[in-house]
T-cell receptor
């Protein structure tokens, strides 16, 4: 079975603080893909990053960075110097190749509130 | 280029009624997937279509059905609506069905009363 766990339900920080959103996944597939999406109040899921299981290189994009560790089955997301516009629900998702469908398994989401 | 468009944005239905939701993928994208997101939870996979064929189905009852048209747009139908069907229904499109980035629409907010 495939599963994604986002243990942090809600996080509240003050603007300019760094914040890390945790994601732990379970899969028996050797080839799989991990994603992070942002969902603002408007409801649309905004794609942030995709990582395949063979690429453990960490990635940085502006204030965003991702730490992928297969040894601990984690794919954590860090926002540096958070801003009020970062307030949203963030979802981690997994897609295993064995399903042959591209089906995304989402975590429960982490609500991030950035206060001015 | 237009993103994934869904219609309607909101609707209210009565228990027992039927509803049809529509999705137009990004131009060139041949795969369309549907997700249900109940308030406070992550989206749950309902269907995936690719090249007009059903490629995958989630754990939803037969009251849920979908199809994809020659222009790759898609419809999701839900019959005999229940209160528990109230949710945000999201459509996602991608170039290929597996391993590619998925672009989501803004969703249809369905309320069943």
């Amino acid at each position: 079975a495939q599963k994604v766990t986002q243990a942090q339900t809600e996080i509240s920080v003050v603007e300019k603080e760094d914040v890390t959103l945790d994601c732990v996944y379970e899969t028996r597939d050797t080839t799989y893909y991990l994603f992070w999406y942002k969902q603002p109040p408007s409801g649309e899921l905004v794609f942030l990053i995709r990582r395949n299981s063979f690429d453990e290189q960490n990635e940085i994009s502006g204030r965003y960075s991702w730490n992928f560790q297969k040894s601990t089955s984690s794919f954590n997301f860090t926002i540096t110097a958070s801003q009020v516009v970062d307030s949203a629900v963030y979802f981690c998702a997994l897609s295993g190749l064995s399903s042959n469908t591209g089906k995304l398994i989402f975590g429960q989401g982490t609500t991030l509130q950035v206060k001015p | 280029d237009a993103g994934v468009t869904q219609s309607p944005t909101h609707l209210i239905k009565t228990r027992g009624q039927q509803v049809t939701l529509r999705c137009s993928p990004i131009s060139g994208h041949k795969s369309v997937s549907w997700y249900q997101q109940v308030l406070g939870q992550g989206p749950q996979f309902i269907f995936q279509y690719y090249e007009k064929e059903e490629r995958g189905r989630g754990n939803f009852p037969d009251r849920f059905s979908a199809r994809q048209f020659p222009n790759y747009s898609s419809e999701l139908n839900v019959n005999a609506l229940l209160l528990g069907d109230s949710a945000l229904y999201l459509c996602a499109s991608s170039l290929v069905p597996v391993g590619y980035g998925y672009t989501f629409g803004s969703g249809t907010r369905l309320t069943v009363v």
